[in-house]
C-alpha cells in the first residue's frame, strides 16, 4: 500500500526531473544562440550544436518490480526518463561577417544551429508539462493525507 | 462465534467494495500520474483503468441470471457468484494518435480526471470514515 501510493510520487517526481532537465538543455541552447568556438574538431573551432533530449517510458527492471508482476499486479508504466542528449544535425547558419575572428577566408562566419524560437516554444511546452506533474505530485499528496484520516 | 463476530466487525460486504473502490482509485491515481509524466514521450499511449463499468455489469448479471438449483451441497455451483469482487483493469489505448509524435495523451483529459479521481477517493475515505464512527458508536454505546 505504501509502495503503491510512493509509487505515483516517484511517476511524478522522474517526470519533474526529466522536464527539468530538458529546461535546462533548453537554457544552455538559448545561452549559446551566438557561440562560434563550441569544439575544438581537427584544428578548427566548430560552432555550438543545438542539444535535444530523447525522452521514453520508465521501465526499471528492479526486484519489487519483479515480485509485483508475479504477484499479479497489473503492470503499470513507471515514469519517464531522458535516456540520451542528442546534438541537432541541421547545417550551422552562414552569416556574412569578414571582422570576426572565427570568419573563414570568404569572410562567412559559421554560427550555431540554434532556432531561439524553437527553443522558446520548446521551454513553454516544458514549463507547462512541469506545472501539471506538479498538480499531479499535489493531488497524490492530497489523496494519501486523507487516507491518513480514516478511522479518525 | 461471537469473538468472530467482533474481529469481524470491519469485514462485511460493505467495506469490501469500498476497499476495492479505493484501491482502484489508488491505482488510477498511478495511472493518470503515468500519463502526464510521458505527456511529452514520443510513441508514448495512455492507459485507463476500468472498473466502475464492469462492477455494474457483475452487479446487473447477478440480479437476473441463471442459476443452478442446488439439492445437495456437494453439488457444483452454477452462475455467477454473488458478491465477487472484480478486479480493476489497466488498459491501453494503442488505436488513437492525438499529437504528432504519434502520443495520445490529451492533456485536458487527465488533468479533469485527475480531480475527479481525487474528489472520488475523498468521497470514498468519508464514507469508509463515516461507516466506521457507526461501528464505534455501536462499540461505545453512545
Given at each position: 500500500m505504501v509502495l503503491n501510493i510512493s509509487n505515483s510520487f516517484n511517476i511524478s517526481?522522474?517526470?519533474?526531473?526529466?522536464?527539468?532537465?530538458?529546461?535546462?538543455?533548453?537554457?544552455?541552447?538559448?545561452?549559446?544562440?551566438?557561440?562560434?568556438?563550441?569544439?575544438?574538431?581537427?584544428?578548427?573551432?566548430?560552432?555550438?550544436?543545438?542539444?535535444?533530449?530523447?525522452?521514453?517510458?520508465?521501465?526499471?527492471?528492479?526486484?519489487?518490480?519483479?515480485?509485483?508482476?508475479?504477484?499479479?499486479?497489473?503492470?503499470?508504466?513507471?515514469?519517464?526518463?531522458?535516456?540520451?542528449?542528442?546534438?541537432?544535425?541541421?547545417?550551422?547558419?552562414?552569416?556574412?561577417?569578414?571582422?570576426?575572428?572565427?570568419?573563414?577566408?570568404?569572410?562567412?562566419?559559421?554560427?550555431?544551429?540554434?532556432d531561439v524560437l524553437k527553443e522558446m516554444v520548446d521551454m513553454i511546452s516544458a514549463?507547462?508539462?512541469?506545472?501539471?506533474?506538479?498538480?499531479?505530485?499535489?493531488?497524490?499528496?492530497?489523496?494519501?493525507?486523507?487516507?491518513?484520516?480514516?478511522?479518525? | 462465534?461471537?469473538?468472530?463476530?467482533?474481529?469481524?466487525?470491519?469485514?462485511?460486504?460493505?467495506?469490501?467494495?469500498?476497499?476495492?473502490?479505493?484501491?482502484?482509485?489508488?491505482?488510477?491515481?498511478?495511472?493518470?500520474?503515468?500519463?502526464?509524466?510521458?505527456?511529452?514521450?514520443?510513441?508514448?499511449?495512455?492507459?485507463?483503468?476500468?472498473?466502475?463499468?464492469?462492477?455494474?455489469?457483475?452487479?446487473?448479471?447477478?440480479?437476473?441470471?441463471?442459476?443452478?438449483?442446488?439439492?445437495?451441497?456437494?453439488?457444483?455451483?452454477?452462475?455467477?457468484?454473488?458478491?465477487?469482487?472484480?478486479?480493476?483493469?489497466?488498459?491501453?489505448?494503442?488505436?488513437?494518435?492525438?499529437?504528432?509524435?504519434?502520443?495520445?495523451?490529451?492533456?485536458?483529459?487527465?488533468?479533469?480526471?485527475?480531480?475527479?479521481?481525487?474528489?472520488?477517493?475523498?468521497?470514498?475515505?468519508?464514507?469508509?470514515?463515516?461507516?466506521?464512527?457507526?461501528?464505534?458508536?455501536?462499540?461505545?454505546?453512545?
Open positions: 517526481a522522474s517526470a519533474l526531473t526529466a522536464q527539468r532537465l530538458r529546461m535546462d538543455v533548453v537554457s544552455s541552447n538559448i545561452a549559446n544562440a551566438e557561440t562560434t568556438r563550441g569544439r575544438y574538431v581537427d584544428g578548427k573551432f566548430e560552432p555550438y550544436r543545438r542539444k535535444m533530449v530523447v525522452m521514453q517510458p520508465y521501465q526499471e527492471k528492479s526486484f519489487a518490480n519483479a515480485l509485483q508482476s508475479e504477484l499479479g499486479e497489473p503492470d503499470l508504466g513507471r515514469g519517464v526518463k531522458i535516456t540520451q542528449i542528442k546534438e541537432d544535425q541541421a547545417p550551422f547558419k552562414q552569416v556574412y561577417n569578414p571582422t570576426h575572428p572565427d570568419a573563414d577566408s570568404n569572410g562567412y562566419v559559421s554560427m550555431p544551429n540554434v514549463t507547462r508539462a512541469y506545472e501539471s506533474n506538479v498538480t499531479a505530485l499535489n493531488a497524490s499528496k492530497s489523496m494519501f493525507m486523507k487516507a491518513l484520516e480514516i478511522g479518525k | 462465534m461471537k469473538v468472530g463476530k467482533i474481529v469481524n466487525l470491519l469485514s462485511g460486504a460493505s467495506y469490501e467494495r469500498l476497499q476495492g473502490a479505493i484501491d482502484t482509485s489508488n491505482l488510477r491515481q498511478k495511472v493518470i500520474a503515468n500519463n502526464i509524466a510521458n505527456a511529452d514521450t514520443p510513441n508514448f499511449k495512455r492507459s485507463d483503468v476500468s472498473f466502475e463499468s464492469m462492477l455494474e455489469q457483475e452487479m446487473d448479471r447477478n440480479s437476473s441470471s441463471l442459476i443452478g438449483n442446488r439439492t445437495d451441497s456437494r453439488h457444483f455451483y452454477i452462475g455467477p457468484k454473488s458478491g465477487s469482487m472484480v478486479s480493476p483493469q489497466v488498459t491501453t489505448d494503442e488505436t488513437t494518435v492525438y499529437n504528432n509524435n504519434l502520443n495520445n495523451v490529451d492533456m485536458d483529459k487527465e488533468m479533469s480526471q485527475l480531480a475527479q479521481n481525487q474528489l472520488k477517493y475523498n468521497a470514498l475515505i468519508q464514507q469508509l470514515n463515516h461507516d466506521i464512527k457507526m461501528k464505534r458508536v455501536v462499540v461505545e454505546g453512545r
